[in-house]
């Protein structure tokens, strides 16, 4: 979905002395906040709450772009998650937790720096039928067996993205310092991915690793890291469009006895039954592998009627389910009190 | 008085596809600051300080409203209170404490979700001839007997509000969700509000109920609420306009007798000498129920000079007084150190 | 540098009522970013980072001017303090750390109150050839002996500043008040100063003192309080310009035995090689007195390349040694491991 914005009207007003410039800033948000019920969402039962962001997270922000001349640009965005059931900021005081960037783009490609979101983040969004929607996607993390997440490297602070498309190809890359004095690998993460569209077909993968604190002893591969390996392919039939995902999860330590692996898929459907209504389906399993793990699985639904462009009501339903009494949840930002949990969000979405 | 903002030119420019939209974005804020001199401000006398928000608290904020078509709106409100003596966030890692808010609106009113104002802030807000001004009312709030503040239920987090006006009759309401699992009562709050204005009358009354973290054993009445009660009324002779409000105040504890009860009187009148130079003053008396309590008054006084529509310069004084040597304070921002304070405040007022 | 910046167009906009305004709301920030490489970063050696604010501290704000007629205008400013390797504010909970301030101006000068940037911190910038740029400056403060900053008095809360020019010259006066009851002295600040200009010259000189908590018991100069006199020039031969500073610094305790006295002394030059082209080049030495200090020097340049007003790409380099084996660091916003640091930045700054 194209993000609609407000263009504060840059060019020709504030820097009328140069003439080739084509600047903007702009000043966007997206206001997400529904009624949702939740089932087995304590040790006493269920519960009836106002939830912010069920489609899409909260966010204001600015971004703006400045024609160099000779295809060069600079470009720029601070972006701020926002709880509007509270009006907390997503991070107490990280202003801008989900960019804060500066930096130049070409035809080569873009190259920014600063606090950003991931190529496996940004490369994978597309396939995930629910769209990350905490209500109720899993496809960058669901509640595991036990504490574990074994999710998606979603942001990175003291970061280098380059992103650039060469027709239908995409290619990206994000490098995250460390910043460990004499340890240039210790605490590093780096993410790399390809995309592929032809027509209806678009396909992605990405790599990324998440070195630990403790990672430059060597050998390497023997110490702490996270590394997740995604897949996702859609096609879009015209009303229909089709959608499939999958994470390999590994988080190695330093005795490999202690490493957890899972696998995540999904897969799932939009069907635009008008141009303003469309429903949204998908189902996400997740294998933990080795033990009596809880393997979730979750169905999720909604359905979504535009007001315009800009403004959206959704019905959103999720129904997780656990293996051996394992506890779970319809979304990674709760946990759940029983080995299934039902959620049932009514929500309005607003982007400006 | 009307706030006037800063249209970002958000008709035909960013959304110029939507050719009946009538949508705007405005940044607004308001920056209020003065020399305020403060008697008995500690045991060792008074103090002379910067202070930020002597006639409205300072603030920064956007909202929005977007033409969905047939009479109805998507409304948003982003607001931050901040005080300006020292550029913080008026709550530690609230960005938005003030309103953050997505909704709808038509002619049978409007519903708003997240965190707001309350309808009793609202409603009775014109009803106070000082307007809520911490240099110096106590509508909403005093320093009374001890640690009480009795004061009113301004605003919610996890909230649904609905206000609608037909002719001259306003209904609002408002539900904040307790959220706590398997106990929908706990922690819920909830206000009620009819307004009533037919010429240059105009009357208000609110019910609101704040339920406590245990509120949900029965009998209900017996566990810990805090219910307030509020009647105001106003007249507008032309330059001169009468206020009158009153507040019943009630902490209910799950032991009767340690129940807290207390009743605000309030009144006052506003003169304009020219259009530009308006004279303010009001009396607060407060009634603490039962003992030997501090029962204070309040005597205060505003002269406003409007330099603009936006801005204002202004000298406010207050004189409080408590008995049975209670200690007493000015504002409901800081305490006091004796059984009577004087405050005096020069400031100046901008609103964008 | 002109600081460029999105006019919000709200002249003839939000208040085409009054027909004299000439009014203003500008949206405005800087972000600055780039790979840094640090060497004796910890005891383990060097590090390569990703820094914030290389050149200039990265910033959001608004600001704002109405005109009021009769010369008078209404000014606010609203900026904060960013770092865009993390996304966070500057100073934690404080959202507008660097301005937050209302006021009025007119031929006779400018008075603002709030937190704002003392006297000292404005009057002198000009005369540092690396612009404060913490990568590599030391005009505002070094690390010094031990945890020694010996720094400048940069900014304030609760503080009125007035600014006035007339002709060639510029008078400033900041007073921050303690607000401690019953104290007036205690905690209270106080910057003052003089600028002269005469076609291609620049001078100024300041005087500032910050009270400590325990400064009213007399003879007051017998107790903790932090003086600082500043005085700066600079020559503008056309395309080189050259800048030197001084800085006297005194903290004061109330046993004079333990008072600690330095002088910071600085030079440099600027050489515009193209208008686009810009060499900077510093020396910052720092005298502490008395003892076997770092008494520590620093060599830093800076290549500079604008790519636009607003864009510009920057190589600096930093190379600072201490005496007696003290450590020492090219920064003030990061300690060293040895008693040499080598620093080398290459960034990319924008404005809006």
């Known amino acids: 979905m194209k993000r609609t914005a407000l263009a504060l009207a840059a060019t020709g007003l504030a820097f009328a002395g140069s003439a080739s410039a084509q600047s903007s800033v702009t000043m966007y948000g997206l206001v997400d906040a529904g009624i949702e019920y939740v089932s087995h969402a304590g040790p006493n039962g269920s ?95 669901s509640t595991a067996t036990g504490n574990r997440k074994d999710g998606l490297f979603s942001r990175a602070s003291n970061a280098i993205r380059y992103d650039g498309n060469f027709g239908g190809l995409k290619l990206g890359a994000t490098v995250a310092m460390g910043e460990v004095a004499g340890d240039f690998k210790s605490s590093s993460k780096y993410a790399l991915g390809v995309g592929y569209s032809a027509g209806k077909f678009a396909a992605a993968v990405t790599w990324d690793r998440q070195n630990g604190a403790g990672a430059s002893t060597s050998p390497a591969d023997s110490t702490d890291y996270i590394q997740g390996i995604h897949a996702g392919a859609s096609y879009d039939f015209g009303n229909v469009s089709l959608f499939a995902g999958y994470r390999n999860y590994k988080k190695a330590f330093t005795t490999a006895a202690a490493s957890e692996r899972s696998d995540m898929y999904w897969g799932g459907a939009s069907y635009d039954f008008t141009p303003a209504f469309t429903l949204y389906g998908a189902i996400y399993k997740q294998n933990i592998k080795g033990g009596t793990d809880a393997d979730p699985i979750l169905f999720s639904l909604r359905a979504q009627y535009a007001l315009s462009k800009r403004t959206a009501a959704y019905l959103s339903a999720g129904y997780a389910k656990a293996r051996h009494g394992q506890n779970v949840s319809v979304s990674r930002d709760f946990v759940g009190f029983a080995n299934n949990q039902t959620g049932v969000m009514a929500g309005l979405q607003h982007r400006f």
Not at 56 to 71: A, I, M, Q
Request: aromatic letters at 12%; a neutral charge; hydrophobic letters at 35%.
């Open 47 to 141: 519960v009836v709450k106002l939830t912010s962001g069920g489609k899409n997270t909260s966010r204001w922000g600015l971004r703006g772009t400045e024609d160099l001349g000779g295809g060069l640009k600079a470009v720029f965005a601070l972006e701020s998650g926002i709880a509007i059931d509270t009006g907390k900021l997503d991070t107490d005081g990280t202003l801008f937790d989900r960019r804060a960037t500066v930096g130049l783009a070409s035809q080569y490609g873009q190259v920014v720096l600063g606090r950003t979101f991931t190529t496996t983040y940004d490369f994978m969004l597309p396939f995930d039928p629910m769209g990350y929607a905490p209500s109720y996607s899993w496809a960058t993390s």
